[in-house]
């Protein structure tokens, strides 16, 4: 959104779930308001930086996973600022026809949108600048509706989003987003969660919330009530880090599968188990 001179209001002195989630990702594009409420996060998970690349490692799986299963168009929500690999990349390993709109709320994401759309020839990759809570103006979008074939299966990626949108309004927007998607069309999600680490992770909801950032964190029955009506896809709903296709950790030099750069996360202590990831399919 521009000011009155023109220019794009980037709401430097207000933090920003996407910024904070560069920050712990070891990236740039963050000002002082997001780097003080990730300094309070981090009180509450010391590891929330591996955390944070749990999230990637599982966009990485599922991503490569749908390929494998044919899926050939993506909308990914909250898609966040743009940090190798992104879905488009993982997406366009496996079928370099693939085509994916990304879907984000924060400026500075537009501000880097063009490393978004930097796909393969045979692809297509598009922006869309619009908030979750926004699903008719997501699907009205002359950006997605150029884009995605609603008459061919359709994933759609909410990645550490959901329970930044508390209550009931939450299930009515993936409902709306799901209902033009054909069978076959799959959600893939993480979310935030007590059940497994409760102290930590209400410590967590409250350092967001302490920086004007609403957050809850859902139990696995909560997570469970947005697949309603979907074939969840094995191992089903399960800590972040324990989600593998049929349970089986998968080869890394297999085609559709791009590895995550090296980094000491690979060496830091086991995160503690803060979410629940899940993808289920349209039946």
Not at 16 to 29: E, P, V
Not at 33 to 38: E, G, H, L, T, V
Not at 41 to 50: D, G, H, L, M, S
């Amino acid at each position: 959104m521009a000011d009155a001179n023109g220019m794009t209001d980037l709401k430097q002195g207000q933090a920003h779930s996407a910024r904070i989630y560069d920050y712990f990702l070891g990236g740039k594009d963050n000002y002082a308001a997001d780097r003080a409420a990730a300094a309070q996060i981090e009180q509450a998970i010391p590891n929330v930086r591996v955390v944070a690349r749990e999230n990637r490692e599982f966009m990485n799986r599922a991503v490569g996973y749908l390929g494998e299963q044919g899926i050939r168009q993506f909308v990914d929500i909250g898609t966040g600022i743009p940090t190798a690999p992104n879905l488009h990349q993982v997406a366009q390993e496996t079928a370099r026809d693939a085509r994916v709109v990304y879907v984000d709320n924060d400026p500075i994401v537009l501000a880097h949108a063009r490393a978004l759309l930097t796909g393969t020839p045979e692809g297509r990759t598009q922006y869309i600048e619009a908030d979750v809570t926004e699903p008719a103006k997501i699907l009205a979008a002359p950006q997605l509706r150029d884009t995605v074939d609603f008459a061919e299966p359709v994933a759609l990626s909410l990645i550490a989003l959901c329970h930044f949108v508390p209550g009931e309004q939450m299930y009515d927007i993936i409902d709306e987003l799901l209902a033009p998607l054909v069978p076959g069309s799959f959600l893939v999600m993480t979310h935030l969660t007590a059940d497994l680490d409760p102290e930590t992770v209400q410590g967590t909801v409250r350092a967001y919330q302490a920086s004007g950032i609403k957050m809850e964190a859902r139990t696995y029955d909560g997570v469970a009530r947005f697949f309603s009506g979907l074939q969840l896809i094995e191992p089903g709903i399960v800590p972040i880090g324990r989600w593998y296709p049929d349970g089986a950790a998968p080869d890394l030099t297999a085609p559709g599968v791009v590895p995550l750069p090296v980094s000491d996360s690979a060496t830091a202590p086991k995160p503690p188990a803060a979410g629940y990831a899940a993808v289920g399919r349209k039946k």
